[in-house]
């Protein structure tokens, strides 16, 4: 079975830093982007960043470009979002996802993505 374990969330101080693993297992890691994604409570879910584990091209959301910076690690099937200079709006839910690549180049879209993971909560104090 396909299995996403999203760790790492936590009361961080605004300025500061956390990082977020998401451990996968169940598939050919190699062959899958993963992402991570985050949802406020009534908005709707937004991607955050991407990595492609075949290629490792990336994709961040504008709103955390230089500030966040996505990783993998195949060998321990495990994906790694280092997040720097919170900000209070960043206090989300954040969930990380798989999908398996295609021609087309990095998914990115929420709707992209095929498996998801238990979400981590992030709260950054203002």
């Known amino acids: 079975d396909v299995q996403l374990q999203a760790s790492g969330g936590g009361l961080v101080q605004a300025g500061g830093s956390l990082r977020l693993s998401c451990a996968a297992s169940?598939?050919?890691?190699?062959?899958?982007?993963i992402g991570w994604f985050r949802q406020a409570p009534g908005k709707e879910r937004e991607g955050v960043s991407c990595?492609?584990?075949?290629?490792?091209?990336?994709y961040y959301a504008d709103s955390v470009k230089g500030r966040f910076t996505i990783s993998s690690d195949n060998a321990k099937t495990t994906v790694y979002l280092q997040m720097s200079s919170l900000k209070p709006e960043d206090t989300v839910v954040y969930y990380c996802?798989?999908?398996?690549?295609?021609?087309?180049?990095?998914?990115?879209?929420?709707?992209?993505?095929?498996?998801w993971g238990q979400g981590t909560l992030v709260t950054v104090s203002s």
């Open positions: 996802a798989a999908v398996l690549e295609g021609p087309l180049g990095l998914r990115t879209g929420v709707h992209e993505y095929d498996y």
């Open positions: 169940g598939f050919t890691f190699d062959d899958y982007a």
């Open positions: 990595i492609s584990s075949s290629d490792g091209s990336t």
